[in-house]
């Protein structure tokens, strides 16, 4: 997995070690400690993880192991407005597919990737529990049910008009 | 102890609760077929992750298969090992297992040794079906100064994690990653060279593919005997000769020395040393400044360190420059034996033979996969000229034997050459864990007091235990020693000393389990600790048969000091026999 360099500031360090600190220092809550920094920060470069790592007093691999791990994780910085789509089954079967074309379309991006001006990153996911609405869409933490490929569109313009 | 009855392919059987099927079951003789699964009984190691799903079998009134490596017994059990369902299953989970392995056994390092391809062949697998919809991972190839890792041939066992993570604590390997591109590899994927790998090696020893397998330099070697202007030598580690015979079938225990020099010779080298003799000159120096500290110690001066910790183990020398950088100043200054070989034949030898340094070449044959990086370490160079210029394991001269078509078993016993191949049973017991020590015991005991030994066996100091310790009594004075084989043992000693809760004189430290016979070079026990304890014994036979046994004793150590050295720790040993110590743990990771 590719990362991005950084040099981490000491207030950003010791935000990390009160994470570290609220969970005790306990190896297991590896995984309620990784949740919480990329909560902070947004994604989990490796700079952050190797503080984590000795904090709870494990090696880094064990950490990176983890991330790589759960998709949910993330070692690329995110978007402005994350956007996630449903590829669930029930969501799958009523055309979601069809709407994350339309989305790498617009934004000419992959899954997994983040527009250049960082704007918007496009994930996805596996139910969201809203198969009533499907096919569903997040964006940040908002939800869209019943979204179609044709109102893709309309659905990008409110977060671009935001700017 | 509670115990539960089962039956197993219509057999009783009785075992405590708790005990797993696969266990029961080779109570019964029925042995059944794992692959991720391995077991070191005295070492304590386990383990299970029932990842491959080889060791499935039916259990009567269960739904689906069970894997009898992780599940318990239950009363009144029925299993059946081999039933067709269990059969089918198998041969599934090996056709998937084997549908995304790279498929280059004719030249695969690992093939003959391979366990996946003995599996392969046990359950009879002919075609690959489904292959065609395997995700091939294509990972590079990472490089190290020791090892290779070729992750696209990992097969998620994970024994490899389970040995740097929970037997030496080092913590460079885990499991990354998912689905087709699942492996185990350093943090971040980065070179094993940036990561805190010791190059102790043990995880190539338990790595049932050619996933992780060591750096190979048997090439080199043939190139450099070919070379009319180079004189060859070699050097043998006192291991080797415990173990090699392994790799030609013979019985392990087995002591094959004079086989192994009588190959040497057969295969070209100029001269047949023996590392054991730098053994002898280690105990002279290592000896004599352990009982310089301790008369400094004894006498009030403050800024001595005690323990001194031996260093002739290189993966342990990189544990601690990794782990204990406070503590750089505690370890003994002597080099290895291999690099005081190095250093001794690349001086006095060349001298004696009219040459210079860049004409002679330095083989080691060593149990070690970390003495490959160790050879390689700038302070071990003069101008550039390493004084050790290759390092081979003990399974890269069976290879060597081998391919030079030489009849092993048929070979008659040969003698080393001398000066550099005579040595004392002090020297032979280094190959085992609690050895070092008792040949620093028996040298510096002799010196201090004056007296000589009326027993020469240190039984007090020898065993498998990973943690031992043992007092001797230096003519009234009690020498408190300590012993550690294993990373994570020397880890758990090494904070007690930190933290000021234990008090001991001197401490040995090996990395490997079992100390240099279970060495990360040796010939694959696969899981079976009874052939390292065999190695062990016939270390102390080969100790036990030797007319000298004490260090100071060798007739040539003697005439080395007389000639060339002056006395132990000399101005001139201590340019040529000692060395320092680095802080490595920036170097790890993200720069």
Avoid at chain 1, 91 to 119: H, M, Q, S, W
Avoid at chain 2, 138 to 152: G, M, W
Avoid at chain 2, 334 to 339: D, G, L, N, R, Y
Wanted: aromatic share 8%; glycine share 8%; hydrophobic share 35%.
């Amino acid at each position: 997995m590719s990362h991005i360099k950084l040099e981490l500031k000491p207030e950003q360090v010791a935000k990390i070690k009160e994470i570290c600190k609220s969970f005790n220092n306990d190896p297991g809550e590896l995984i309620n400690v990784l949740h919480r920094t990329q909560e902070t920060f947004g994604y989990l470069p490796a700079e952050v993880q190797e503080v984590v790592a000795a904090e709870l007093n494990i090696p880094v691999a064990k950490v990176y192991g983890v991330v790589t791990f759960y998709s949910f994780f993330t070692m690329l910085p995110k978007g402005k407005h994350p956007i996630s789509i449903c590829t669930g089954t029930a969501c799958y079967v009523r055309g979601a597919e069809k709407v994350l074309d339309e989305f790498k379309r617009i934004l000419n991006v992959k899954v997994g990737e983040t527009t250049p001006d960082g704007n918007f990153s496009l994930n996805c996911l596996r139910c969201v529990g809203a198969c009533g609405l499907a096919p569903v869409v997040l964006i940040g933490e908002k939800v869209y049910g019943r979204v179609s490929p044709d109102g893709v569109k309309d659905i990008l313009k409110e977060y671009q008009e935001q700017q | 102890m509670e115990t539960v009855k089962l039956t197993i392919d219509n057999k009783q059987v009785e075992v405590p609760k708790g005990t797993t099927i696969y266990k029961a079951a080779k109570k019964l003789g029925i042995d059944i077929p794992v692959l991720c699964y391995m077991e070191l009984h005295d070492l304590g190691v386990e383990n299970k992750p029932a990842g491959c799903r080889i060791c499935v079998v039916e259990v009567e009134g269960r739904r689906n298969l069970a894997p009898s490596c992780s599940t318990a017994c239950i009363e009144g059990m029925v299993v059946k090992t081999h039933t067709t369902r269990v059969i089918n299953a198998r041969r599934t989970v090996m056709e998937l297992i084997l549908s995304d392995h790279p498929k280059d056994c004719l030249t695969c390092p690992k093939s003959g040794r391979c366990e996946l391809q003995d599996m392969a062949i046990k359950l009879g697998i002919r075609e690959i079906p489904g292959q065609e919809y395997a995700e091939m991972s294509t990972y590079r190839k990472d490089f190290s100064p020791s090892i290779i890792r070729d992750v696209d041939k990992c097969i998620m066992c994970r024994r490899c994690e389970t040995m740097c993570n929970e037997v030496q604590t080092v913590g460079a390997l885990s499991a990354v990653n998912r689905g087709f591109m699942a492996v185990v590899a350093p943090a971040f994927e980065q070179d094993l060279e940036k990561s805190p790998c010791t190059y102790c090696g043990q995880c190539v020893a338990v790595c049932p593919t050619g996933a992780l397998t060591e750096v190979d330099h048997t090439a080199k070697v043939i190139r450099a005997i070919a070379d009319p202007n180079k004189t060859v030598l070699v050097q043998t580690a006192p291991a080797v000769r415990a173990a090699l015979g392994e790799e030609f079938g013979l019985k392990p225990g087995t002591l094959v020395t004079g086989k192994m020099v009588a190959a040497l010779r057969q295969i070209g080298f100029d001269y047949i040393f023996d590392t054991d003799f730098a053994a002898d000159l280690t105990i002279m120096e290592e000896g004599t400044e352990l009982l310089d500290r301790l008369t400094r110690f004894l006498d009030g001066d403050k800024s001595v360190k005690l323990p001194i910790l031996t260093s002739c183990c290189p993966a342990w020398v990189n544990f601690f420059e990794h782990n204990f950088t406070d503590m750089l100043d505690v370890p003994s200054s002597a080099k290895s034996p291999q690099q005081m070989f190095g250093a001794i034949a690349k001086s006095y030898f060349a001298e004696k033979l009219g040459k210079k340094r860049e004409e002679l070449v330095v083989v080691s044959v060593m149990p070690c996969l970390a003495k490959k990086y160790e050879c390689q370490r700038d302070e071990f160079k003069v101008d550039g000229n390493p004084d050790v210029d290759f390092s081979i394991t003990t399974r890269e001269l069976a290879h060597l034997i081998k391919e030079f078509n030489i009849n092993f078993e048929e070979l008659p016993d040969e003698d080393f050459d001398r000066p550099l191949g005579e040595s004392t049973g002090a020297a032979v017991i280094f190959g085992a864990t609690g050895g070092v020590i008792e040949a620093a015991v028996r040298t510096a005991y002799e010196i201090y007091t004056g007296k000589s030994l009326s027993k020469i066996d240190f039984t007090e100091l020898r065993g498998m235990e990973g943690i031992r310790s043992a007092t001797i009594d230096f003519n009234g004075l009690p020498i408190n020693i300590g012993i550690a084989h294993g990373l994570g043992n020397a880890r758990k000693l090494l904070e007690e000393v930190r933290s000021g809760k234990a008090n001991f004189h001197a401490i040995e430290v090996m990395a490997c389990p079992g100390g240099c016979i279970g060495g990360g070079g040796q010939p694959l026990h696969h899981g079976d600790s009874s052939i390292i304890k065999a190695r062990m014994e016939a270390i102390y036979r080969e100790d036990a048969g030797k007319p000298i046994r004490k260090s100071h004793e060798n007739p040539y150590i003697i005439k080395l000091y007389e000639e060339f050295l002056g006395k132990p720790m000399s101005e001139k040993a201590h340019h040529l026999l000692h060395t320092h110590y680095f802080n490595k743990k920036k170097d790890v990771y993200i720069k």
